[in-house]
């Protein structure tokens, strides 16, 4: 029995769910994951292109935004590429090397993302509410320290959970979920120490629902300011600015809830797998497109940035160049 365990919890790889067992199907979903990786690497590197060239956009407010789309970029990179290349191989292992730097990446692009995302409701906030004191509060020095506080908070974080989720003795390798998803780690540990673990997650909650309510106060304050503005064009142009970030903020946080807030009891493969998609692809997935849609300034650099802006001008100049010849 004893030789048995220590094979199992000093394996150098972990099994994790498939899509399908169909060969076929798990053709099509590596080209579904694909082109989620494509579509999400390619529009939060847009994003940061847009904002570092134009200098219209060097502003708190983009600066964040910035941070943001990196942290997205970094979170598609974490979490899709070993499922695609399972999908593709027809396997299901993960190293051990792998699931460390899964556990650790997850929480720190988490947890430095939603940090980011408090600190944007926290520069809403000061620009609506406050706007005199604007410039004084938000300069360069003070984005660039808050910038580096979300970032080393999201370094402590997956510094902590990736220790002592990794000093647990593990009673089996096979984690039913397609990555090294924590909570499913957890379920085959075999030592106390797990115990920690749970206790740095209830504390890791307990942070980030503070920081919820941070935002939602903040908000609060935020359209209470915009509805006595006595100018419609002022509240609107107040409005989309804050839009897509509450927006942003909503997907995390529900789709996270979705994911965690269901019984512990033995819930199915599939569903693990739909909720883990949710929380851990899709919002990283949407965010370029939520802010390029809804912001006029994003338009209007990814236009000078794409060149679109001047291919009417260029094609009107050749046309009158050929009617004179």
């Known amino acids: 029995m004893e030789s048995n365990m220590l094979n199992l919890t000093s394996t150098s790889e972990f099994l994790v769910l498939e899509f399908s067992d169909i060969r076929e199907l798990q053709i099509l979903y590596f080209f579904v994951l694909l082109a989620v990786y494509l579509i999400g690497a390619s529009g939060n590197l847009l994003i940061i292109t847009t904002v570092v060239l134009d200098h219209h956009l060097h502003t708190p407010m983009y600066f964040f935004l910035m941070n943001l789309a990196i942290l997205d970029l970094g979170l598609i990179c974490v979490m899709l590429p070993r499922p695609m290349a399972n999908s593709l191989l027809n396997r299901r292992f993960i190293s051990y090397s792998e699931c460390v730097s899964q556990v650790f990446g997850l929480f720190l692009f988490v947890g430095a993302d939603f940090a980011i995302l408090t600190i944007m409701a926290h520069d809403r906030h000061i620009a609506i509410c406050n706007p005199l004191q604007y410039e004084t509060i938000m300069h360069k020095g003070a984005c660039i320290q808050m910038a580096l506080s979300a970032w080393f908070t999201g370094i402590l974080s997956a510094t902590l959970h990736t220790c002592t989720t990794f000093a647990i003795t593990f009673c089996s390798n096979r984690i039913n979920q397609f990555f090294c998803e924590v909570p499913q780690l957890l379920k085959i540990a075999c030592s106390d120490l797990y115990l920690v673990e749970v206790g740095l997650l209830i504390f890791s909650c307990s942070l980030g629902g503070g920081c919820f309510i941070y935002i939602i106060v903040t908000y609060i304050k ?57 929380y851990a692809v899709l919002s990283p997935l949407l965010n370029p497109f939520i802010y390029s849609m809804r912001n006029k300034e994003i338009k209007t650099a990814l236009l000078k940035l794409t060149d679109f802006g001047h291919f009417p001008k260029t094609i009107s100049h050749k046309i009158c160049l050929l009617k004179l010849h």
């Open 222 to 278: 935020i359209f209470t300011t915009v509805l006595r503005m006595p100018s419609v064009h002022s509240q609107k142009k107040a409005l989309s600015t804050c839009i897509p970030h509450l927006t942003v903020v909503s997907l995390l946080v529900f789709s996270g809830i979705f994911a965690y807030s269901r019984p512990p009891g033995n819930t199915s493969s599939e569903l693990n797998v739909i909720c883990a998609l949710i």
